[in-house]
């Protein structure tokens, strides 16, 4: 059972960078973050491997950054220009293996409330 904890949510102003971490019980090969919002599907952001090969999901390219360190178990999701209509709940997830959609990881965190408003 992996164990995944995120922080770095909260109210953010449209425009203004955010970067969200989430860090791993242990190493694992796939990490990733999906984001629900309300009455919407959870869909996929981006996701990265523990050989820090990245994917963004493609309405998700140019304005999420994904990133991983691996010694520490820890990934992060940076959101350089927010719009109100990225307020979401953002979930860390990972797996031991690759996954191809719309498979969805084993392992979830308990996700971060995003709310982007002025």
């Known amino acids: 059972q992996v164990t995944l904890v995120e922080s770095g949510g909260g109210l953010v102003q449209p425009g203004r960078r955010l970067r969200l971490s989430c860090t791993a019980s242990?190493?694992?090969?796939?990490m990733a973050w999906y984001r629900q919002a309300p009455g919407k599907q959870r869909e996929l952001v981006a996701s990265i491997t523990s050989a820090l090969s990245p994917y963004y999901a493609p309405s998700m390219v140019n304005r999420f950054t994904i990133s991983r360190v691996n010694h520490k178990n820890a990934v992060y999701l940076s959101m350089e220009n927010p719009r109100p209509d990225d307020t979401a709940v953002y979930y860390c997830?990972?797996?031991?293996?690759?996954?191809?959609?719309?498979?969805?990881?084993?392992?979830w965190g308990q996700g971060t409330q995003v709310t982007v408003s002025t």
């Open positions: 242990q190493s694992i090969y796939l």
């Open positions: 997830a990972a797996d031991s293996q690759r996954i191809t959609p719309p498979q969805m990881p084993t392992f």
